[in-house]
């Protein structure tokens, strides 16, 4: 079982670094994604941390796009 270790945010497009974190395994949970944004991978990333190392972890979104129809009435 994993425990909430800290919460960190973006604003936008961006990095975050979480530092100071003991080596062992982690989860990395998107939870908010930018109004009108669809996740594109998944909400979580898993990985083990060991000592003086760093992992890159990614969380890709796009632009939801939206469809109209129109009618023309007479």
Do not use: M
């Not at 998107?30 to 009108?36: A, K, L, S």
């Amino acid at each position: 079982k994993y425990e909430k270790v800290r919460d960190a945010s973006i604003a936008g497009a961006g990095t975050v670094t979480v530092d100071n974190l003991w080596p062992g395994d982690y989860k990395v949970k998107e939870v908010r994604i930018p109004d009108y944004y669809i996740a594109d991978s998944e909400e979580t990333d898993s990985f083990n941390l060991s000592s003086d190392s760093t992992v890159p972890v990614t969380f890709t979104n796009t632009y939801g796009l939206g469809t109209i129809t129109i009618e023309k009435k007479d």
